[in-house]
């Protein structure tokens, strides 16, 4: 597993092809979420990574809250498009 002072982290490629390196905690799930884990970007960004108890999973970021990925590059999970947040926490999750 990929850490940074301690803290988790994984890293999700940019359509360009940079990579950028997210730390990421559980949080609290909220109504209609099953769980949550927070992406947290160099600059202090942060996205919130979600799963439904249907298990489709959603992401606050841009691409996926308008449903569109700058360069087209969703991951999948199962059937579901997901953006490229989802699919590193994902990965983390099953670590
Ligand atoms: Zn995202």
Do not use: F, N
């Not at 990574?49 to 991951?75: F, I, K, L, Y």
């Amino acid at each position: 597993m990929t850490s940074i002072y301690g803290q988790a982290a994984v890293s999700a490629e940019s359509p360009e092809g940079e990579e950028t390196i997210y730390l990421v905690r559980r949080v609290p799930a909220r109504a209609a979420e099953w769980q949550a884990v927070s992406c947290t970007k160099p600059d202090g960004t942060e996205y919130r990574v979600s799963e439904s108890p249907a298990g489709v999973w959603s992401c606050s970021c841009p691409a996926a809250t308008v449903g569109q990925h700058r360069g087209g590059r969703w991951r999948k999970v199962g059937e579901q498009a997901v953006c490229k947040h989802v699919r590193a926490v994902l990965d983390w999750l099953l670590e």
